[in-house]
């Protein structure tokens, strides 16, 4: 069986500066697998390319029996690829249904049938209480479940999450977990990049880690946390358990 996510050989360079460097990998569906590096590893620009919002320098992103790296952001989506932003991108002004029901409309026949199912998706990401609440004075880890929320409106087979738990409390940061842990059962297939190790190595199945736009490893959390090549670039630098 093909990969739902295919990458070969990517490479991005911005003028001067490679920011992801001959980096393959794939991901089969029903998979949770962990993206990991350092700041600056290129982590987000590996999702810029998966999504459209950047074409790559070389390279081809295969998704789901298609080649995507030269298709539109909505056409990427339209297939059934969405992904969330590192920084939240609420529509400010608008309720939190509203900024759900957006992404719906990319499967929904019919307002009615949009807004019933952003409601269905507010209840996955434990939002259904705020559905009326304006965007821009939620929380941020409410923020960060809209976000969630926004790119599993459009009903997608594979969702990249780019740090969906920075920045949140250990109790935030579970309740985030036990909604992606759920997200494989209900069909959705998940890429994330994540700087929080307590979330990593207990969702993912599989850990890719990236050092200076490369590929240095690739595995179990458990092999991951004993590569030394892994630990010498990351896992020994830094101690955000709880970050
Ligand atoms: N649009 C851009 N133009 C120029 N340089 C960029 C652009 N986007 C990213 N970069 C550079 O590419 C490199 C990789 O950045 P990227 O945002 O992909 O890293 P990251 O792994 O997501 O880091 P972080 O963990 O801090 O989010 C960095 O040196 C960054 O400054
Ligand atoms: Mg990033």
Redesign the pocket.
């Known amino acids: 069986m093909s990969a739902l996510l295919e990458v070969r050989r990517l490479a991005k360079q ?2 001067g ?1 490679s ?1 992801v460097e001959d980096v393959s990998f794939a991901v089969e569906t029903g998979e949770i697998v962990g993206l990991i ?10 999702f810029e390319m998966a999504s459209g919002f ?1 074409r790559p320098t070389r390279g081809e992103i295969w998704f789901d029996g298609t080649r995507i790296d030269r298709l539109s952001t909505p056409a990427i989506c339209a297939r059934g690829l969405a992904r969330t932003f ?1 920084i939240v991108r609420p529509f400010g002004d608008m309720t939190v249904l509203d900024n759900v029901i957006v992404g719906a409309f990319m499967r929904a026949p019919s307002p009615k049938m949009a807004r019933a199912h952003a409601a269905t998706i507010l209840a996955q990401v434990h939002l259904a209480g705020r559905c009326d609440q304006v965007a821009r004075t939620l929380t941020l880890a409410d923020r960060k479940r809209l976000e969630m929320a926004k790119a599993l409106a459009t009903g997608p087979k594979l969702v990249l999450l780019d ?1 969906v738990m920075a920045g949140l409390t250990r109790v935030e940061t579970d309740e985030i977990m036990e909604i992606v842990r759920a997200l494989p059962r209900a069909g959705v297939t998940i890429l994330m ?1 994540e ?1 929080n190790m307590h979330a990593v190595m207990g969702l993912s199945d599989r850990v890719i880690v990236i050092h200076h ?1 490369r590929k240095i490893g690739e595995g179990s959390p458990a092999q991951i946390a004993e590569n030394p090549a892994v630990v010498a670039a990351y896992l020994g630098g830094r101690d955000d358990a709880d970050a």
Do not use: D, I
């Open positions: 911005f003028g500066l920011a590096g350092p700041n600056g590893a290129g982590k987000t620009t590996l950047q590192q740090e990049v700087h736009g």
